[in-house]
């Protein structure tokens, strides 16, 4: 019986031992215990993976900074075919369905600088770029193309130089001329112009010209300038000598009676010294209906001068 009062005794004063160390360690600012039950009630645990409708490795862990900051999850998007707004709508897009969904988003084209001698960059060239977006203001409709049926034509206010560009994509749907200047009448016609048909084109500068090959109801890329025509990428130069491009009347696109384009037009851009003095884009004035070309760098919609109307091409 002494034996096990004795053997009770030894239990409690242990327990009361290791209760009074416990407590003299949580007076310790260095010890375990005290370190443990303090980070105990900082640290922030991650949850459990609770989106609805997704599977393991399709969440990312986020924390929100708002108030005390939690650590939480959010799903991931990227089946495009079976979108859900609402449970869809607060997901995170991975970049593959980002690179699909968005395959033909808006562009404008547009310059930067460039610096040229690097590091010190005291020369400056200024280079062509696209931006991504809607390039037109509220009240238009950016437009692949309008398409031109023989009588219509837009005067684009610009007076050419021997420094003019000019950059444009079309298609011609029959063997027609595209005129840009003039310098009076049509019929003693002294500027730029383009002469399309199913054998091949002769592109026209103030009395120079040149054969490109080309086809009918192909969209082509030109740029043409004093020097010559890029024509889908392939250069032609001029028959003799390089022409002084010093039309008297503005550039104009289209034709009328006697320089009839049958087509469309999908851009046209005119840079002057290497500066992108106009930039025209199909579009549709939303108020009215009415067909046209915008230019994004003065901000003005040019209308047709012709006679008849422009067909429109599918929205942007």
Same mark, same amino acid.
């Given at each position: ?127 062509? +770029? ?7 203001? *509220? ?27 000019? +950059? ?30 199913? *054998? ?23 740029? +043409? ?11 032609? *130069?001029?028959?003799?000598? &390089? ?21 469309? &037009? ?10 992108? &003095? +106009? ?7 939303? *108020? ?29």
């Amino acid at each position: 019986m002494l034996k096990k009062i004795l053997l009770a005794l030894i239990f409690v004063i242990t327990a009361i031992t290791n209760v009074a160390h416990a407590e003299d360690d949580m007076k310790t600012v260095a010890s375990k215990a005290y370190v443990d039950t303090k980070i105990e009630t900082k640290q922030l645990k991650i949850p459990a993976a609770g989106q609805p409708n997704v599977g393991a490795g399709e969440t990312v862990m986020t924390y929100t900074a708002t108030g005390n900051g939690q650590i939480g999850e959010r799903g991931l998007y990227s089946d495009i075919s079976n979108y859900d707004a609402s449970t869809d709508g607060d997901k995170l897009i991975t970049a593959s369905a980002l690179n699909a969904t968005f395959t033909n988003l808006p562009t404008t084209p547009t310059t930067k600088l460039e610096c040229a001698n690097s590091p010190a960059c005291t020369l400056w060239t200024i280079v062509d +770029q696209t931006a991504y977006g809607d390039m037109l203001p *509220s009240g238009y409709t950016h437009l692949e193309y309008i398409e031109f049926t023989g009588n219509q034509w837009i005067n684009t206010e610009v007076l050419p130089s021997s420094n003019t560009e000019l +950059q444009m994509e079309m298609l011609a749907k029959a063997g027609s001329k595209m005129a840009y200047s003039t310098s009076g009448s049509t019929s003693s016609f002294n500027g730029m112009y383009y002469n399309i048909n199913g *054998s091949g084109g002769t592109a026209n500068m103030n009395g120079r010209s040149t054969i490109f090959t080309t086809s009918l109801n192909t969209k082509h890329k030109i740029i +043409q300038n004093r020097n010559g025509v890029t024509f889908d990428n392939t250069g032609y *130069s001029y028959n003799g000598d &390089v022409p002084d491009f010093s039309g008297t009347n503005p550039l104009w696109i289209g034709g009328d009676a006697y320089f009839r384009f049958e087509g469309y &037009v999908y851009s046209w851009r005119i840079n002057e010294n290497g500066n992108l &003095v +106009q930039n025209l884009v199909p579009a549709r004035r939303n *108020s009215d209906d009415v067909l046209g070309m915008y230019d994004t760098v003065s901000g003005t919609f040019k209308e047709n001068a012709g006679t008849g109307t422009f067909t429109a091409g599918p929205d942007m």
